[in-house]
């Protein structure tokens, strides 16, 4: 009953990720508030996890860092150990370091880091804080639980043996065993010593079988499951299980599975020996025989559900609070799915929708109340279904926002700014695709605050603010969309210099300048090649990448607003769509051609006689109430041929980057909700399009990209 | 020819005629053949990007192969034929003028080609398989579908 372990690391990339994001995140908590012992535990809990499951999979430099860490983390929690600035930098730079490592498992490449530097600090941490504790223990500690002393008594021992040389896998092993069972007293030493003792005295092997559960926080189920086999293997033979062992190493169990075992060990010897496996939480003995009456039977379905009351063991081995603690993060019954099944899934509503739509255009022509009656239901189903599929697709913003506390952090300190980085609304959900393209605009838009928002902290003296700047990261659901803002307290941009500049740089004329508002600044800011203007102080570098995140934004379906106060302040909110997949759009047809135009760029629609059409400059411009608009004939733009439009057409009204545009196109079809299919890599190098949607007729529309399409 | 050296493997090949020629590509590259479809056309794409189909809800680019080849295509007709392959995970339709069989042929059968054989720039060319007097052109997919030129559209 061999398993291969390889088959897990993507399990374990993903679960270590996540644990490095946690240890992060925890560990800007901490330097705010260096006394929390909550946060300790949680940073405590994250780290040795890491390091269990790294020896299980047999990675020793992430086992091995992890446990030097884990030295350092432990003296942190017993207080032998003081929260400094220096403390967190070093740890910072492990938690660096096991993410470089982590990607290098992703990649395969094997390579071997330079861990030296991190290793000698970490040791020099821990054993100077060994020696100055050593004297004043007795002092230190009078408060703590008598459990946590005599592990404080145990300890350097394990920390001497270790720093002399680098544990092996199975010291390791053995290490993560004492982590997380001290506390419930099963002593692995005693536990070993007593099945060598039971093992002489039983005579002959007996079938047990055993009820094996596992704890209902453990993550890497398949794992555990290796664990115990192997274990089970070294002091006998597994006769069967239940579920099968391909159901097990697929995770297809809840908590609990059985064995059957043949051994010679008395039960409680075996126990002992799986108690050790960490994340196990308990054994039962079902029934026993001798080994020669053993009987495969036969599967009986819900006989592994698991039931509360069968757990006799369940107290005895219950982590105890200190690692089991509040603050641990409620789990949810989850279960992890590949983002392109979602994907698929989505593909295939999608393709649901568009026959609906389909099936609905050909009822109408057939006078069948039974028929209608029961496509009316189909769609409710539908809808139902594209809900549902589209929830599974939401991910909370704290995926990606749990990264930047620590970003935040770094980056005023090596810029000597003085910030309070606060952020709201993370339990706010979001499509996992757009999250995904957010993270860098987010990015760009928070270094941007502290880099050139954030003012120096004894210039916001001069100026009547406190020493410490504060940025603001805020997500928020507002009806159809969710919007992200990001915002500071600092100078403030001075729209009066941007204006200057613009002007100069001739992107706009003198009389426009005395109309312009914050959003025509922004516009400019967001102009490729303005952000050279690094002569302009308070506005240099403001706009570097803004056109990036800009455009971004707009491709997504979503806006970019700006505010900015001179002296108060800046912000800048992404107004987002909460999914991509499904957009509302406008159809358009040009000569015979069907396009669709996401209703998020469309400012309004008109209808235009062919003499309102003037001349500026040899550009086609339209009057709409006001305003010139330059008017661009879709059909001539894209290259197709252009119908002879006599006495009147309609215009598409369009917002994008320093202006809006009318757009002329021959049709207004109407408003629609499409489903979007992207374009693969043959056709995606053509700039302009978005991606395509299939009709309800099944014919092919293009949907056009507007920002693109005009840049 | 690296295929020279798997001499006794066979090869199975669909074989298509454009203009006064005759084609092939292997049948593992090969998706499907369809008839002649509505095609929806993709501005400011290369001339030889006759535009996009849905194939069962995916979106695939449909090229026009002889003008790809700059060859002179033959008139659209009922046995026109649009054949999907994928090469290197890129899935297009190619227009042909008709696909006529799939051919079993040995490995040896592919020689280099002769490069005055065929108007077809060599570049494109795999090799060429001759059989009962007839010549067939074995294309390189990769070559065809090559996004080298499509490198070029950006604007």
New interface residues.
């Given amino acids: 009953m061999d398993m291969d372990i390889s088959q897990y690391k993507e399990l374990f990339i993903n679960e270590a990720q996540e644990h490095l994001e946690a240890l992060n995140q925890s560990m800007v908590d901490l330097e705010k508030d260096p006394g929390n012992p909550d946060v300790l535990t949680e940073i405590f809990r994250s780290a040795h996890t890491l390091k269990g499951m790294s020896a299980t999979m047999g990675f020793d430099q992430l086992t091995e860092l992890s446990h030097e860490m884990e030295n350092v983390l432990d003296g942190l929690r017993s207080g032998d150990i003081e929260v400094t600035t220096d403390i967190v930098d070093l740890l910072f730079g492990c938690f660096d370091m096991l993410g470089a490592m982590v990607a290098d498992i992703a990649e395969g490449s094997g390579k071997i880091l330079d861990t030296r530097t991190l290793t000698e600090a970490l040791r020099a941490v821990y054993v100077g804080e060994k020696s100055v504790a050593a004297g004043s223990e007795a002092q230190t500690r009078p408060a703590r639980k008598e459990r946590v002393k005599k592990k404080s008594k145990k300890a350097p021992a394990a920390r001497e043996r270790h720093a002399a040389e680098p544990p092996s896998r199975e010291e390791a092993g053995e290490e993560e065993k004492r982590g997380s069972e001290e506390e419930t007293g099963a002593e692995g030493g005693e536990g070993a010593a007593a099945v060598d003792h039971e093992a002489e005295e039983v005579a002959g092997e007996r079938a047990i079988r055993l009820r094996i559960i596992l704890d209902k926080d453990c993550v890497l189920k398949s794992v555990r499951v290796f664990m115990i086999f192997k274990k089970l293997a070294q002091i006998g033979r597994v006769v069967s299980s239940r579920p099968s062992i391909e159901d097990l190493e697929d995770e297809k169990f809840d908590r609990a599975f059985e064995v059957l075992f043949a051994t010679a060990q008395t039960t409680e010897a075996v126990r002992g020996a799986l108690m050790t496996i960490a994340e196990v939480q308990g054994v039962e003995l079902l029934t026993a025989e001798a080994a020669a009456d053993i009987v495969v039977e036969e599967e009986t379905a819900g006989d592994l559900i698991y039931e509360e009351t069968e757990r006799p063991e369940a107290a005895e081995v219950r982590l105890a609070d200190d690692l089991g603690s509040s603050t641990a993060p409620v789990r949810t019954q989850s279960v992890r799915v590949n983002i392109s099944r979602l994907d698929n899934l989505m ?2 509503i ?2 649901l929708v568009i026959n609906r739509t389909r099936l609905q255009e050909i009822a109408s022509s057939q006078s069948s109340p039974e028929l209608k009656e029961a496509l009316a239901q189909t769609a409710r189903l539908t809808a139902d279904l594209q809900d549902e599929v589209m929830k599974t697709r939401m991910v909370p913003v704290e995926n990606i926002f749990n990264r930047f506390p620590r970003m935040v952090r770094d980056l005023a300190k090596s810029r000597g700014k003085e910030v309070d980085f606060v952020m709201e609304g993370k339990d706010i959900e979001l499509d996992r695709t757009i999250l995904d393209e957010i993270s860098d605009p987010l990015m760009h838009l928070l270094r941007n605050a502290v880099d050139h928002g954030i003012d120096d902290p004894d210039a916001r003296e001069a100026r009547g603010k406190p020493r410490r700047g504060s940025i603001r990261l805020v997500a928020r659901r507002d009806r159809n969309y969710v919007s992200v803002e990001v915002s500071d307290d600092g100078q403030g941009i001075d729209t009066r210099k941007v204006f200057d500049l613009a002007a100069e740089k001739g992107l706009m004329s003198p009389e426009e300048k005395k109309a312009f508002g914050d959003e025509d600044a922004l516009r400019l800011l967001a102009t490729p090649g303005f952000s050279t203007a690094e002569e302009v102080s308070g506005v240099s570098g403001r706009g570097v990448g803004l056109d990036v995140v800009k455009n971004k934004v707009e491709s997504l379906g979503g806006m970019l607003v700006m505010q900015s106060v001179s002296g108060e302040g800046t912000s800048f909110a992404l107004k987002l769509p909460l999914t991509l997949a499904i957009i509302q759009a406008l159809l358009v047809k040009v000569s015979g ?1 069907i396009y669709a135009i996401p209703l998020g760029v469309v400012a309004e629609t008109a209808v235009i006689s062919t003499h309102e059409v003037k001349y500026v400059s040899n550009q086609e411009v339209i009057f709409l109430r006001d305003e010139t608009l330059p008017l661009m004939r879709l059909g001539r733009y ?3 041929q252009e119908e002879n439009g006599q006495g009147s057409f309609p215009v598409v009204v369009v917002e994008v980057a320093m202006k809006n545009v009318a757009i002329a196109v021959d049709e207004l079809m109407g408003q629609q909700e499409i489903v979007i ?7 995606k ?4 399009f978005g ?2 949607t ?1 009709l309800g007729t ?5 949907i056009l990209d507007i920002p693109t399409l005009l840049s | 020819m690296a295929d020279d050296t798997r001499s006794a493997d066979e090869i199975q090949l669909v074989v298509f005629s454009l203009g006064r020629e005759e084609f092939a590509v292997e049948v593992t590259q090969v998706r499907e053949i369809m008839r002649m479809e ?1 095609i ?6 290369p001339d030889f ?1 006759e535009g ?3 194939l069962r ?5 449909v090229v026009e192969l002889a003008k790809r080849l700059n060859l002179e295509a033959g008139e659209r007709s009922g046995d026109t034929r649009i054949i999907v392959v994928e090469a290197e ?4 339709g190619m227009i042909v003028d008709s696909v006529s069989e799939v051919l079993r042929v040995s490995a040896d059968a592919v020689e280099p080609s002769p490069t005055l054989a065929t108007d077809v720039a060599a570049a494109y060319l795999r090799g060429v398989v001759k059989q009962d007097n007839r010549l067939i052109i074995l294309l390189d997919l990769t070559k065809v ?1 090559s ?1 080298q030129e ?2 070029g ?3």
């Avoid at chain 1, 299919?677 to 056709?683: I, N």
């Avoid at chain 1, 190098?685 to 302009?688: Q, T, V």
């Avoid at chain 1, 099944?698 to 293009?702: H, M, P």
């Avoid at chain 2, 995970?89 to 297009?92: L, N, P, T």
Wanted: proline share 2%; no cysteine; glycine share 12%.
């Fill in positions: 593909n295939l999608g393709e051609e894209l290259g197709l299919t992207s374009l693969d890599r043959y056709l190098r053509i700039r302009g991606g395509a299939i099944g014919e092919v529309a293009l | 509505e929806t056309r993709m501005p400011k794409s990007v996009i189909i849905n809800g995916q979106i695939i680019a995970d890129i899935k297009v579908l996004l499509m490198a559209l950006e604007f």
